[in-house]
């Protein structure tokens, strides 16, 4: 095909989209009905629907997704009774399991006494905000600015980092995924999602993007470790040497980069460790060039990686941390912990929102700490995530259609499906087969990545043995239906 006509084809690929959305509430109508789903699932599904946007994630992530109504530990439940293996935790967000008795106990407990006071100071947040900067890396004096969401986190990481340094650029990471607000799309490089807020010059004026460290699909053909780390090289020598880049003369002592956001392992693109020495070397670049370094860990968090935090893998000490998700127990709870110094430039008003370190909240959040610590939960995220990733390796050996796998640090861990895996050509199709029929035999997972081939296990960090067997064995009969 030649180059006109392939921008004709991709033109008409653009026209056939805009007119599906048009009517998208009847395809999924459709899609509904040509499932054989329980009459339950079937009939709050059409009111899903009827009276929520299509813009919702669910219908994105599962071609027919179930609807939960409870959840135990490393199990959840659907409207028609049917258990699943739940390997999303809500996103990371149920860290320590969906229904967790103790948070349930303190829930019960705090709500008796005080739920929500605005704003404003409550003895829960107190205690909340010295925890944060007791635990949160950094040989210095911290500062905590609490929020709900991790869209709202990273809107004030980036807040405080342009306050703080009075410059206007934030180098972020091709693949990631920081929130879709108004300020935090931006830096949240995703076609799909950026094209509902096309024009947003406010959003994306003072952004500038750097590819991550993809070691198994490296964008600059170089192979890992013979490659010295290119691609924390190549940020330097393109953006922050010389003149001629718009954010850095260092022969006339100028800087216009506030800060730098990164994922310290990559988790809404397919769950991507970089290399060790990968955050190293960034961190590096903040302290020569004279930015902030800003760790997103709101996925990463709260032992997801066999430790607390990621960065402690690394020894990092970023100077703003984004945290969130599982530091609710399934609750919206969220907060930037930074350098003293930084925060200590805002004055009253120069961050409202009403929800802010609610109270209870911050409770929870407190009871979250306690109960990863008092049972040794840590522990348990390695022991057992280097039991599931070696469960993983021994699929791969057994099917060829497993390309990578990713582990090796607590339960961040994922598989990438390749149709062959000389030329790495992508399975997604195969991926979104696997995710389908894995929800008909009772494990429930989420498939991302750059070409929708990687298949993402976000369990809680306190699963059993036991469900990782029944998982690793409910996959191995997937990927022999493939062959077949």
């Given at each position: 095909m030649n180059p006109e006509e392939e921008n004709k084809s991709f033109f008409e690929k653009v026209v056939k989209r805009r007119n599906i959305l048009k009517n998208y509430d009847k395809k999924l109508e459709e899609r509904i009905n040509e499932k054989r789903l329980g009459e339950k699932h079937k009939g709050l599904l059409a009111e899903f629907i009827k009276y929520e946007s299509s813009g919702q994630v669910g219908f994105s992530h599962f071609y027919i997704p179930p609807i939960i109504e409870k959840g135990m530990g490393d199990i959840v439940i659907d409207v028609e009774g049917k258990e699943y293996i739940d390997l999303t935790s809500g996103f990371a967000a149920s860290t320590i399991?969906?229904?967790n008795k103790e948070v349930i106990e303190e829930i019960i407990k705090q709500s008796k006494d005080l739920i929500h006071f605005f704003d404003f100071p409550t003895v829960p947040r107190i205690k909340l905000a010295a925890k944060l900067i007791e635990v949160i890396p950094g040989d210095f004096e911290k500062k905590v600015q609490f929020s709900v969401t991790g869209s709202d986190a990273v809107e004030n990481a980036i807040h405080a980092a342009r306050w703080y340094t009075g410059c206007s650029y934030i180098l972020a990471a091709i693949g990631a995924y920081h929130g879709v607000q108004m300020g935090s799309v931006g830096i949240t490089s995703k076609g799909g999602i950026a094209s509902y807020y096309y024009p947003v010059p406010p959003n994306n004026n003072g952004i500038i993007l750097f590819p991550y460290a993809y070691c198994y699909r490296c964008p600059f053909g170089k192979n890992y470790p013979n490659c010295d780390i290119y691609c924390v090289t190549f940020i330097e020598n393109t953006l922050l040497k010389g003149k001629e880049s718009p954010l850095v003369d260092q022969k006339a002592g100028v800087s216009n980069i506030a800060g730098l956001i990164i994922e310290p392992m990559q988790c809404s693109s397919g769950?991507?460790?970089?290399?060790?020495?990968?955050?190293?070397?960034?961190?590096?670049?903040a302290d020569q060039y004279n930015f902030l370094f800003i760790a997103d860990e709101i996925q990463t968090g709260v032992g997801r990686t066999g430790k607390l935090?990621?960065?402690?893998?690394?020894?990092?000490?970023?100077?703003i941390m984004v945290i969130g998700k599982g530091i609710g127990g399934g609750l919206p709870i969220s907060a930037i912990v930074t350098k003293k110094e930084i925060l200590n430039n805002w004055a009253p008003t120069a961050h409202i929102s009403t929800f802010a370190g609610y109270t209870l909240g911050c409770s929870v959040a407190l009871k979250i700490f306690?109960?990863?610590?008092?049972?040794?939960?840590?522990?348990?995220?390695?022991n057992i995530g280097e039991y599931f990733y070696n469960g993983l390796l021994e699929l791969q050996d057994r099917h060829e259609i497993i390309g990578d796998v990713t582990g090796g640090k607590g339960l961040f861990l994922a598989l990438e499906l390749v149709k062959d895996r000389k030329s790495k050509e992508p399975a997604s199709e195969e991926a979104f087969y696997v995710r389908n029929k894995a929800l008909e035999y009772g494990l429930i997972f989420a498939v991302s990545g750059y070409y929708y081939n990687r298949i993402t296990l976000i369990p809680a960090i306190t699963i059993r043995k036991e469900s990782v067997d029944n998982a690793l064995k409910i996959l191995d009969r997937l990927f022999n239906e493939i062959k077949k």
């Open positions: 399991g969906q229904c769950y991507i460790m970089p290399p060790d020495d990968y955050l190293r070397g960034l961190k590096r670049l935090w990621a960065v402690e893998h690394y020894g990092v000490e970023p100077e306690e109960f990863i610590e008092s049972k040794d939960i840590l522990k348990n995220s390695n």
